[in-house]
């Protein structure tokens, strides 16, 4: 099996927020966990994933709009994102500035 096999299994969030981001979570099979390669984690062999670029975690099946950022690892399956509150009405759905100043 791959870790796309897996990708009808990944739970996601809720969006919820503060005054300057929206959070979600992801919750990822923890069969997946084995599947990654090992430079996916932290270095100390902890079993913890490092902050993975955003092609690295759409390789895994994770799907979402643009602007969403890995900021953090909950536990070794639960992913925390964040992207800047208001992303889509700032920059659209093709990730692009919607109102730019002209000279």
Same mark, same amino acid.
């Given at each position: ?53 955003? +092609? ?15 900021? +953090? ?31």
């Amino acid at each position: 099996m791959s870790v796309l096999d897996y990708a009808d299994r990944i739970i996601y969030s809720d969006r919820y927020s503060d005054d300057f981001f929206e959070y979600r979570h992801v919750i990822l099979p923890k069969q997946v966990l084995r599947l990654l390669p090992r430079q996916y984690f932290e270095a100390d062999d902890s079993g913890v994933l490092r902050i993975l670029t955003e +092609a690295e975690w759409r390789g895994m099946g994770i799907t979402q709009s643009l602007g969403w950022e890995m900021y +953090a690892t909950h536990e070794p399956h639960i992913l925390l994102f964040r992207r800047e509150k208001d992303y889509q009405g700032k920059y659209g759905i093709e990730g692009k500035p919607l109102h730019t100043r002209k000279k």
